[in-house]
């Protein structure tokens, strides 16, 4: 009896906690017009915190081998949060680095007040965000620096890489680049770029598509 209670609290409080979160977050939204789009996140957010004990409770066992796909949906879902979230970032350098191009330009011009608008760079709208390990943050800053100076869309985010399941785990200091199917040919152009410029930490790196990865951004892994 014991057992069932403890259970109990563990699966059925957080989740009636997280969707009074939930519903909280969503009435302000609906009342509120102006709110931004930020207050969508974090609705997302409090949705994962409100299935996650769930999800770990939800296991289907056979014998001494644990099945669990609710626990691989998640680990989905949490690795395209944070691809969708790098997007957004590396969006923005992009436009933070067009910004630093225009001052600099303007002032080698000695202020000119009149400025032809300068040609869209032919990487513009290409979106490549950078996931690494705490070892790997030196590496992963200079990739963006040098994409965001090649006029892509370059985001570092941290990760764990607790969101991937075993097999797509790779050995400490290896590199993958990874994206959905459809942008095989993007993924295989930054692998390129990035093999260019750096090409010893790029040595043996593993090129993949993933059916269930969503969106046009490239992920290049850095273990």
């Known amino acids: 009896m014991d057992n069932v209670w403890l259970t109990a609290a563990i699966v059925v409080v957080p989740l009636v906690a997280g969707l009074c979160l939930i519903g909280v ?9 102006n709110v ?5 996140i974090v609705l997302g957010v409090a949705a994962l915190l409100c299935v996650a004990p769930t999800i770990v409770n939800l296991t289907i066992k056979n014998g001494s081998t644990e099945i669990s796909f609710v626990r691989e949906q998640l680990q989905t879902q949490t690795q395209q949060i944070k691809s969708d979230f790098g997007a957004q970032g590396g969006r923005l350098n992009a436009a933070i680095e067009e910004l630093r191009r225009r001052v ?3 002032e080698k011009a000695g202020g000119a007040a009149v400025m032809p608008a300068a040609a869209p760079s032919p990487n513009s709208g290409k979106v ?6 705490e070892d790997r943050k030196d590496l992963a800053l200079q990739m963006q620096s040098y994409l965001l100076q090649q006029g892509y869309s370059a985001n570092a985010v941290y990760t764990d890489f607790t969101e991937l399941s075993d097999a797509s785990h790779l050995a400490s200091g290896s590199v993958a680049v990874v994206s959905a199917d459809g942008s095989t040919s993007l993924r ?4 390129t770029v990035l093999k260019a410029k750096f090409p010893q930490q790029m040595q043996g790196v593993v090129d993949s598509g993933l059916a269930k990865l969503v969106g046009t951004s490239i992920q290049v892994r850095l273990f």
Do not use: C, D, H
């Not at 931004?36 to 969508?40: K, L, Q, T």
């Open 188 to 191: 295989k152009e930054v692998e």
């Open 36 to 40: 931004p789009n930020g207050a969508a």
């Open 25 to 33: 977050l969503a009435r302000g939204i609906y009342n509120n017009p």
């Open 104 to 106: 600099t330009a303007l």
């Open 128 to 133: 490549v965000v950078l996931l690494y390990v």
